[in-house]
């Protein structure tokens, strides 16, 4: 399965932009790239996906590389409930069907 | 809309004995995942139903698990006997279809303690 590989953690201040990045090699060309992330106590939430362009919903943006080896989520204005753990994923066919590979992720900290 | 439900968010109990989890997905999706992470460890994999039949239970770690999903509606997790490693947190997931593209809707897990 293709890998991701993502810093352990970032800091933001609180209404600041976050730009989390995420290295993704070994991409094949039918994976896209999901992020989700995961609230303490709670289950993990989709945050956002795309496979070639740049793609934008009311949570965050994601900007895809050219040769899609990497991608960062924006999180355009960070607030204290967005600190969690965030998780870039590469979603396509596997021996696994399409099930997510989570990997350790981003524990994203905000501070007031 | 309801999300995905999970029953019971804890439970607690010895070695040896059975526990069932119980999941209730979105309804109309006829995906339904299994997911754990146990202590320490990164969120995994456990098998996907599509409606009633299981596509892939590659993820599950032996065979005192057993997951069961009738009439393609909810699932249950049965683990028997438990063990001390099956303690963490079991998450069921369901999507409208299966693919790339597709989002996952997670419940909130079940905090399994196995004491």
């Known amino acids: 399965d293709a890998k991701t590989t993502q810093p352990n953690s970032m800091e933001s201040n609180e209404e600041e932009p976050v730009h989390l990045p995420c290295n993704h090699s070994t991409i094949s060309g039918t994976d896209y790239i999901h992020w989700y992330r995961q609230l303490p106590s709670q289950g993990p939430e989709y945050v956002i996906h795309g496979l070639t362009s740049n793609v934008n919903n009311r949570m965050a943006s994601l900007a895809i590389a050219e040769d899609r080896k990497s991608s960062t989520l924006i999180l355009h204005r960070a607030t204290l409930r967005d600190a969690a753990v965030y998780y870039c994923?590469?979603?396509?066919?596997?021996?696994?069907?399409?099930?997510?590979?989570f990997g350790k992720g981003t524990s994203l900290l905000v501070t007031p | 809309e309801a999300g995905v439900t999970q029953f019971p968010s804890h439970s607690v109990i010895e070695k040896g004995q059975t526990v069932t989890l119980r999941c209730d997905p979105i309804?109309?999706?006829?995906?339904l995942y299994w997911y754990r992470r146990v202590m320490g460890k990164e969120i995994k994999f456990l098998l996907h139903f599509v409606k009633e039949s299981k596509q892939d239970e590659s993820g599950m770690p032996n065979n005192r698990f057993l997951a069961e999903r009738t009439g393609g509606t909810y699932s249950t997790l049965k683990v028997q006997p438990a063990e001390l490693e099956d303690s963490g947190v079991y998450f069921c997931?369901?999507?409208?279809?299966?693919?790339?593209?597709?989002?996952?809707?997670f419940g909130s897990g079940t905090q399994l303690s196995v004491l």
């Open positions: 994923i590469l979603k396509g066919v596997s021996n696994s069907g399409y099930a997510l590979n």
């Open positions: 309804s109309g999706h006829d995906n």
């Open positions: 997931a369901s999507s409208l279809a299966e693919g790339g593209y597709e989002k996952l809707f």
